[in-house]
């Protein structure tokens, strides 16, 4: 009997630990479900970005059409642990698996990757000593998109 408890005392802790942080995927209500009102919203060229703090995390979530495709995860005074790593992957699987990347294929760029891991999809997940950095493959095509178009001529409208 006390085997049975704590094996769901243990079930409940890991839903409850992964519930905690928001998932690709979602709406932005289901984001502000979790986090509550955004700190800063700032219109990127391939989304809008909303910025939150929560357990000692900074946390930017990229929505496109009202839907997060990007998420970043920081704690510039803390080293993020392989417990918070699995934590990360797990509440942003989506229902798929990350695989991880062999160390001869993560880039060499600052700050310097620990670890990457990606979907079959294309989705890439990224850890640094401080953060923590989910893109979807959504945001990485718009990224792309954004990237190869023209910048707009300067205005002299209102001059």
Not at 64 to 75: D, H, T, W, Y
Request: hydrophobic share 40%.
């Amino acid at each position: 009997m006390k085997i049975r408890f704590l094996i769901f005392i243990l079930l409940l802790s890991l839903s409850l630990a992964t519930s905690a942080w928001a998932r690709l995927g979602e709406t932005e209500s289901a984001v502000i479900g979790r986090y509550g009102k955004a700190r800063y919203k700032i219109q990127r060229p391939w989304g809008a970005e909303e910025g939150f703090l929560m357990n000692g995390f900074s946390i930017a979530v990229i929505l496109i059409n009202g839907v997060s495709r990007g998420e970043l995860f920081s704690s510039p005074r803390h080293t993020i642990t392989v417990e918070q790593a699995v934590e990360f992957l797990s509440a942003n699987s989506e229902g798929y698996s990350w695989d991880e990347r062999p160390k001869s294929e993560i880039p060499k760029v600052y700050p310097v990757i620990k670890q990457m891991w990606q979907r079959p999809n294309g989705s890439t997940a990224v850890l640094t000593d401080s953060s923590f950095e989910f893109k979807s493959i959504f945001l990485i095509i718009a990224q792309q998109d954004a990237a190869n178009q023209k910048p707009a001529a300067p205005s002299t409208r209102g001059f």
